[in-house]
């Protein structure tokens, strides 16, 4: 009778895995290193950029390639290696995890950024075109209105965010969602998920309870959006 294969584990990131990251940093002879890594921790690293990558559909890329990226993401993790401490209670799939996604949300920012800056070259270059200066005037226009509106929302909801959010856990969470509209000029966010991801690390808390909490800030902002726009002032009730 046929021996059955044994099925290959989908936890790719093992104790295993952990234990021999630490024994990397404690090695000192490179080529020992060399030889634990490639037998323990590369292919956890793979997995763990590959998933990461289509969980969170980090897909605004330079490279036709994903595993071309994903190289290039695990090359950046080496440069980290040493500064993994399990002293500190973290568990390295957690800390590679982490720098995984903040390093692939600015790389994909970037390049969103430049997509859509582009302009298609006949359309620009036909006689006499106004598309790029009209398109402009008005782009710079709504951004105007929208950061006007933006600063008095977040002050609004900064001042009563304890008569809108009673409980010390929902004014919490309703505080870090306003700090990423605080520095949204300087932050540097790709998608919803993203998002999330920034929130949770102000605020331990399961992403649920996130939305509710930006359920009840968004229903704010689109009232009283709507009323900014129509009449020029607002109206927060």
Same mark, same amino acid.
């Given at each position: 009778m046929a021996r059955k294969r044994r099925k290959k584990s989908k936890n790719y990131f093992t104790q295993d895995t952990e234990d021999a990251i630490v024994l990397y940093n404690n090695t000192s002879d490179p080529e020992k290193r060399s030889k634990i890594y490639e037998a323990r921790i590369h292919y956890?690293?793979?997995?763990?950029t590959e998933n990461i990558i289509h969980t969170f559909k980090f897909y605004h890329t330079e490279v036709n390639n994903l595993e071309h990226l994903q190289h290039e993401i695990i090359t950046f993790?080496?440069?980290?290696?040493?500064?993994f401490d399990p002293s500190k209670g973290a568990k390295a799939y957690s800390y590679f995890g982490t720098i995984v996604k903040r390093w692939l949300i600015l790389y994909n920012t970037k390049n969103y950024n430049k997509k859509i800056k582009k302009v298609p070259t006949d359309t620009l270059l036909k006689e006499n075109s106004t598309y790029v200066w009209?398109?402009?005037d008005n782009y710079n226009k709504k951004k105007d209105e929208l950061s006007e509106y933006i600063d008095l929302f977040v002050d609004y909801t900064t001042e009563n965010i304890l008569e809108l959010f009673p409980k010390k856990n929902d004014a919490q969470i309703a505080d870090a969602i306003l700090e990423l509209f605080r520095k949204r000029e300087v932050l540097e966010v790709f998608n919803k998920k993203a998002l999330y991801i920034y929130i949770r690390e102000m605020v331990e808390v399961k992403t649920p +309870?996130?939305?509710? &909490?930006?359920? +009840?800030?968004?229903? &704010?902002f689109k009232s009283n959006y709507i009323h900014f726009l129509e009449h020029g002032y607002t109206r927060f009730q």
């Amino acid at each position: 009778m046929a021996r059955k294969r044994r099925k290959k584990s989908k936890n790719y990131f093992t104790q295993d895995t952990e234990d021999a990251i630490v024994l990397y940093n404690n090695t000192s002879d490179p080529e020992k290193r060399s030889k634990i890594y490639e037998a323990r921790i590369h292919y956890a690293f793979f997995k763990l950029t590959e998933n990461i990558i289509h969980t969170f559909k980090f897909y605004h890329t330079e490279v036709n390639n994903l595993e071309h990226l994903q190289h290039e993401i695990i090359t950046f993790l080496l440069t980290k290696m040493h500064l993994f401490d399990p002293s500190k209670g973290a568990k390295a799939y957690s800390y590679f995890g982490t720098i995984v996604k903040r390093w692939l949300i600015l790389y994909n920012t970037k390049n969103y950024n430049k997509k859509i800056k582009k302009v298609p070259t006949d359309t620009l270059l036909k006689e006499n075109s106004t598309y790029v200066w009209n398109n402009v005037d008005n782009y710079n226009k709504k951004k105007d209105e929208l950061s006007e509106y933006i600063d008095l929302f977040v002050d609004y909801t900064t001042e009563n965010i304890l008569e809108l959010f009673p409980k010390k856990n929902d004014a919490q969470i309703a505080d870090a969602i306003l700090e990423l509209f605080r520095k949204r000029e300087v932050l540097e966010v790709f998608n919803k998920k993203a998002l999330y991801i920034y929130i949770r690390e102000m605020v331990e808390v399961k992403t649920p +309870k996130i939305t509710k &909490i930006a359920d +009840k800030l968004y229903d &704010i902002f689109k009232s009283n959006y709507i009323h900014f726009l129509e009449h020029g002032y607002t109206r927060f009730q």
